[in-house]
């Protein structure tokens, strides 16, 4: 799986940004794609996640009812719908692949997008 990220950049405290991820690989289906972040000074976490074949969301509790994720089966692309945008988002932001019948730990990653929330 081959992972290509964009859409970041600086917004305001309460401004919105779509972060996009470009999918490609020969089969999808065994895959959940997710968005994971990196702050400075801290390790990485998730944020969302979805399988491809199946729509069926998952969020960390800190963006939960203001992120959506979501995924474009035809165009192969995976999105991150940001709200509501708090300082406490500002990151680098990265698309990832982890197959669903593995051991959790995410196998491929894009090239992270900085996101940077001014308050």
């Known amino acids: 799986v081959q992972l290509q990220a964009s859409g970041g950049g600086l917004v305001q405290t309460g401004g919105s940004l779509r972060l996009s991820c470009a999918v490609s690989?020969?089969?999808?289906?065994?895959?959940?794609m997710g968005w994971l972040r990196q702050a400075p000074g801290k390790a990485r976490e998730f944020v969302a996640s979805?399988?491809?074949?199946?729509?069926?969301?998952a969020y960390a509790d800190s963006v939960k009812g203001r992120f959506t994720i979501s995924r474009d089966r035809v165009k192969n692309m995976l999105y991150l719908a940001m709200d509501s945008l708090k300082p406490e988002d500002t990151a680098v932001y990265y698309c990832?692949?982890?197959?669903?019948?593995?051991?959790?730990?995410?196998?491929?990653w894009g090239q992270g997008t900085q996101v940077t929330v001014s308050s």
């Open positions: 690989g020969r089969t999808l289906s065994p895959w959940i």
């Open positions: 979805i399988p491809w074949n199946i729509n069926h969301a």
């Open positions: 990832a692949a982890r197959h669903r019948a593995g051991d959790g730990s995410w196998s491929f």
